[in-house]
């Protein structure tokens, strides 16, 4: 009926407590359920916990990655052995608070494909949620779409979208913004979001920005458009100040033998340069993103009967 998936990293000190909350809200809505945990190479006990509790319950299940490849990949590797109707998916720090999932599927109930949990308020430090605004504000802009920065990853989905969203190819496979683009009715409701209870998010500014730049470069030819345009623009310019030294040249107001030349050559050829650039690049963007086709993640071992591969 069920499959939550979680993805944990540096998450020892809060993997049982999370467990045991997560069965309890379950349960109360049925016993047909299974929590698969991807161990993101954490460096602390998080895979031997994820053991231990497998073998006290079957319902519990894991994979463990040969090394980080970070959260993403480790949501789309839970989502490939799903077997529920229903799947949850939350993080593994204690923010997303395992009780809410009643709510998003009382929700989904009323005929919703995807409910997404808003973080009503989030309980983050001000400048990783003043960051975050300006991260989805950017993704936005050079994607042409629509974040809001109080929806993380939490929320409930129909097996048709989990379907769905596996379709999706390529390295950069980010989470929530593929879920921005497979359609199905959707919506959003509030719930409660709790701070972390120690310890650090593995997600610093610096993270952030380089996942901000593979999203933008993956998913958008609009950097490569704006620099067409960039090229367009300092084309311009370079015919208008060619104009303008040309008539100091005939006004007699340059002296200096060859620098109008020079000139017209560094604005002229600056331009036609950069315009090409950009056009030679969105072909090479487009063939890049056609060919590259390493493997998403790598599997070291795994525990439970996992559904097979869904590809």
């Given at each position: 009926m069920f499959s939550i998936v979680i993805p944990v990293y540096k998450c020892s000190s809060f993997i049982l407590e999370l467990n045991k909350r997560v069965v309890q809200a379950v349960t109360a809505l049925s016993e047909d359920f299974e929590i698969i945990y991807i161990n993101d190479a954490s460096p602390e006990n998080d895979w031997e916990l994820i053991k231990i509790l497998s073998e006290k319950d079957n319902r519990i299940k894991g994979i463990n990655f040969s090394k980080n490849f970070g959260q993403h990949k480790a949501i789309i590797a839970g989502l490939q052995h799903t077997s529920g109707n229903w799947v949850v998916v939350m993080d593994g720090d204690l923010q997303d608070q395992p009780e809410e999932i009643a709510n998003l599927y009382f929700k989904a109930l009323e005929g919703y494909d995807i409910v997404l949990a808003k973080r009503a308020k989030r309980k983050d430090k001000f400048f990783k949620k003043w960051f975050s605004g300006l991260f989805y504000k950017v993704l936005g802009f050079f994607t042409n779409s629509k974040f809001d920065s109080s929806i993380g990853n939490f929320g409930i989905?129909?097996?048709?979208?989990?379907?769905?969203?596996?379709?999706?190819?390529?390295?950069?496979?980010?989470?929530?913004?593929?879920?921005?683009?497979?359609?199905f009715r959707k919506t959003a409701i509030e719930v409660k979001h709790n701070e972390r209870p120690s310890g650090k998010s593995a997600y610093n500014y610096r993270k952030l920005f380089i996942m901000a730049f593979e999203i933008i470069i993956s998913h958008s030819n609009k950097p490569l458009i704006l620099t067409v345009i960039l090229g367009f623009l300092i084309s311009f310019i370079s015919f208008v100040m060619g104009a303008i030294y040309l008539y100091k040249y005939f006004a007699g107001l340059i002296l200096v033998s060859g620098y109008t030349s020079l000139i017209l050559s560094i604005w002229f050829l600056s331009g036609v340069t950069i315009f090409s650039i950009g056009i030679v690049g969105i072909y090479i963007g487009k063939i890049f993103n056609e060919l590259k086709n390493p493997p998403l993640f790598i599997i070291d071992s795994t525990i439970g009967n996992l559904k097979k591969e869904k590809f």
């Open positions: 989905f129909n097996e048709k979208i989990i379907s769905a969203l596996l379709e999706f190819k390529g390295q950069v496979r980010t989470f929530r913004f593929i879920v921005g683009k497979v359609g």
